[in-house]
């Protein structure tokens, strides 16, 4: 018996499937719906044909998008690169716009504060206050020098050292 070396094969890797293009059967339909004292948003899921155009969600009105439910393709209301860039420098702009008038309203919030605090200010200081003064004695030298300074009569409250032999 002849043994055939075995030789190494080609490690070759199947190639990926091509990805099927989704046909957006099954979709999810968001509208706008009057519910009670409001309007809110409705989910309707819908099976379409095969031969589906953008025309077909011309019944949609504003506010009203169609998402497909296996791929997540937006299908209406489509929009281009430029309609991206253009939501997008909106968002920008209404920002900036919110946090100036944020600024704006906080500054006149601190003004008014402030004004209502020196309001404050000024009540308070209108108030008759009464305060009995005391009056000024001048002493002189002498006076001191010939009564002398006079010093609690406790001997505890006194500052004297007292010798204790044990220390």
């Excluded at 890797?13 to 968001?30: N, S």
Aim: hydrophobic share 40%.
């Amino acid at each position: 018996m002849m043994e055939e070396p075995i030789q190494p094969t080609e490690t070759a890797q199947p190639a990926p499937p091509a990805a099927k293009p989704c046909r957006h059967e099954y979709v999810k339909v968001f509208q706008r719906k009057l519910k009670g004292l409001e309007r809110r948003m409705s989910v309707m899921p819908v099976f379409l044909p095969v031969g589906l155009k953008v025309g077909d969600f011309s019944h949609l009105g504003e506010g009203s998008y169609c998402f497909c439910s296996t791929c997540r393709t937006r299908l209406f209301p489509r929009r281009t690169a430029a309609d991206k860039a253009a939501a997008r420098v909106a968002l920008a702009m209404g920002k900036a716009a919110a946090a100036a008038e944020a600024e704006l309203a906080m500054a006149e919030n601190v003004d008014a504060l402030l004004e209502s605090l020196d309001a404050e200010e000024v009540a308070q200081k209108t108030l008759d206050i009464h305060v009995e003064e005391l009056e000024l004695e001048s002493v002189d030298v002498q006076d001191i020098t010939a009564e002398g300074v006079k010093l609690a009569d406790d001997d505890e409250e006194t500052c004297n050292l007292t010798y204790d032999g044990d220390i």
